[in-house]
């Protein structure tokens, strides 16, 4: 069992930045993917980044040229670094790491973008 961990979440005003960070108890290495998803209120979970193999990253368009993903595979760490961030950024952030094809989830961090 693998378990993710967030950090890094809170309260910035629009056009600021935040990193998020996601430590798991596994080697990150050996993931077929991970990365981050979020969920505002009332809508659906979506992806917002991923990393496939260490290899291919893909990125929402909404985020293109704004976020960025990176990983430490020393420290087993994934993080998300946000920047120019809007309003609508504003959302419940999940880490997300596929091991043997079996997947699993962050607790959530709050990320809220507002004046």
């Known amino acids: 069992q693998v378990q993710l961990v967030e950090s890094g979440g809170g309260l910035v005003q629009p056009g600021g930045s935040l990193r998020l960070s996601c430590a798991a108890s596994?080697?990150?290495?050996?993931?077929?993917?991970m990365g981050w998803y979020r969920q505002a209120p009332g809508k659906q979970r979506e992806l917002v980044a991923t990393?496939?193999?260490?290899?291919?990253?893909n990125y929402a368009d909404s985020v293109k040229g704004r976020f960025t993903l990176s990983r430490d595979n020393v420290k087993n760490i994934v993080n998300l670094q946000m920047n120019s961030l809007k309003p609508e950024d504003t959302a419940v952030y999940y880490c997300?790491?596929?091991?043997?094809?079996?997947?699993?989830w962050g607790q959530g961090t709050q990320v809220t973008v507002s004046s």
């Open positions: 596994g080697s990150i290495v050996s993931a077929n993917v």
């Open positions: 990393v496939t193999r260490g290899v291919w990253t």
């Open positions: 997300y790491g596929q091991w043997i094809q079996k997947n699993f």
